[in-house]
């Protein structure tokens, strides 16, 4: 079997970005989104950081607390300082938006911000439509970089355009952002390795060089993706019926992981948990 491109499978590509910006958005049709198939969440993380810490002078990173263990490792293994801002509150199991907005006004001008774009790993709290423009109004401010992890894309709501809201909104403002997006969980593809890696460009001179230099970082980490999970991705991405019923089946997860937590909720309530 042939290798992959360093950008590896363009139908997979293609799909991938439909799925994060929406099949309509005129960044697609402006061709102003550069994206690189790439090793699923890990993968795509360590593109994003080898390719900052070789173009930008800030080298702070900022996770929130808690995150997904891997952020501190793949980050602090490309040169940067990893440190968290605040984001879980105990006192009501939600999130401190106060607090996470505090912090992100506080850093260092053109820092690193990690994001969760839905279902946030660990404690499942997402920020509300009207918290996200905050996040990104704070973020626009300090003139800060984006990464977004997309890991759980359709497991939060159950709908994969519900989750992708804060993916569009700094899309739709222009920010810089890198946007890691994970097929693993939503397509059952564990073992396959299937994900990507996408920034926005202001024009086609800027696409062009990140394109290029994208290219560059992920040919010296693993040189090309793998194609068969890409290619499952892209068959039903692209066929309407198929896409049709992996949104069902989307659905259909989301819903019992919900059935299953309360559950749980109520049973432990049951025996006098707190």
Known sequence: MEYAPIEGL???????????????????????????????????????????????????????????????????????????????????????????IQDIQSFQENSIIILHACAHNPTGVDPTKEQWQGILQAIQKGNHIAIIDCAYQGFASGDPDHDAYAVRLFAEHHHPVFVCHSFAKNFGLYGQRVGSISTICKDHDEYA??????????????????????????????????????????????????????????????????
């Not at 068969?228 to 309407?240: F, K, M, Q, T, Y």
């Not at 259909?252 to 059935?259: G, H, L, V, Y």
């Open 10 to 100: 363009d139908s997979f590509n293609k799909a991938a970005m439909k799925l994060l910006y929406g099949e309509h958005n005129p960044l697609l049709e402006q061709k102003r989104i550069v994206c690189l198939q790439s090793l699923s969440g890990t993968g795509s993380l360590s593109v994003a950081a080898h390719f900052l810490a070789q173009y930008v002078k800030n080298k702070n990173v900022y996770v929130s607390k808690p995150t997904w263990s891997n952020h501190y490792g793949i980050f602090q293994t490309a040169g940067f300082t990893v440190s968290e801002y605040r984001y879980w509150d105990p006192n009501t199991n939600g999130l401190n938006y106060d607090g996470m």
């Open 209 to 274: 060089r990140l394109d290029s230099q994208l290219k560059i970082v992920a040919r010296r980490l693993y040189s090309s993706p793998p194609l068969h999970g890409a290619r499952i991705v892209a068959e039903i991405l692209n066929d309407p019926t198929l896409y049709e019923q992996w949104l069902q089946e989307v659905s259909t997860m989301a819903n019992r992981i919900r059935s299953v937590r309360q559950a749980l909720h109520d049973e432990l309530k049951n025996l006098g948990s707190e």
